[in-house]
């Protein structure tokens, strides 16, 4: 199934997530419902994308990407635990991790855009 995704609003806003007991730094895409990863980040981690899920995301500057999705990812934003899907990048920043508005919402986070600021629920 081929889609067209797109990913352009910096917020600036983000924090430090889990995978595989290690912390990355994360950012918030209030223009996404979807989750990307820079693939050679994914790579590193171990994850493998599948062919048959694929789609093309366009970047901040407009450039053009193939990507496949990672499905069932595990997550952790303090302490608060999620497994969510994920899209490779391979152009852009490298260890890009932009995770979109349907990630925090699962998991009931206020994001105030404003004041910069997100509250998790404990």
Do not use: H, P
């Not at 693939?39 to 500057?61: R, T």
């Not at 069932?72 to 497994?83: R, T």
């Not at 391979?90 to 699962?106: H, V, Y």
């Amino acid at each position: 199934m081929n889609q067209k995704l797109q990913s352009c609003e910096y917020t600036g806003i983000g924090g430090l997530v889990k995978f595989n007991s290690r912390n990355f730094t994360w950012q918030l895409d209030t223009g996404a419902g979807f989750n990307v990863i820079f693939e050679q980040l994914a790579k590193e981690l171990g994850f493998v994308g599948d062919e048959e899920d694929s789609a093309v995301l366009f970047s901040a500057n407009r450039t053009k990407n193939a990507s496949q999705s990672i499905k069932g990812v595990a997550l952790e934003f303090s302490g608060l635990k999620v497994k969510t899907d994920f899209y490779t990048m391979a152009t852009g920043r490298e260890n890009l991790l932009l995770i979109g508005l349907q990630t925090l919402q699962g998991l009931e986070v206020t994001v105030y855009l404003q004041q910069k600021m997100i509250k998790m629920r404990r």
